[in-house]
């Protein structure tokens, strides 16, 4: 693993990524519990984290790719 400067400026632009779709999940999930929860937007939240997850691991293996080089 050749770690450099880019390398690790990546995986920081990852991590941060990944904290974001944390907190806005986390955001949701407030608001949902205080408002009630029904079963279509569990739905929609669980369809909007699993594309997002796929955005970070679509950045995340670029990332890996970068830092194999």
Same mark, same amino acid.
């Given at each position: 693993?050749?770690?450099t400067i880019e390398?690790?400026?990546?995986?920081?632009?990852?991590?941060v990524?990944?904290?974001?779709?944390?907190y806005?999940?986390?955001k949701?999930?407030?608001?949902m519990?205080a408002n009630?929860?029904t079963?279509? !937007? +569990?739905?929609d939240a669980v #369809?909007e984290?699993a594309e997002k997850?796929? !955005? +970070?691991?679509e950045?995340? #293996?670029?990332v890996?790719e970068?830092?194999? !080089?």
């Amino acid at each position: 693993m050749n770690l450099t400067i880019e390398n690790i400026e990546l995986w920081v632009a990852a991590l941060v990524a990944i904290a974001g779709i944390a907190y806005g999940g986390y955001k949701k999930w407030l608001i949902m519990k205080a408002n009630g929860l029904t079963l279509g !937007e +569990v739905l929609d939240a669980v #369809e909007e984290v699993a594309e997002k997850a796929e !955005e +970070v691991k679509e950045v995340l #293996e670029e990332v890996i790719e970068e830092t194999k !080089e």
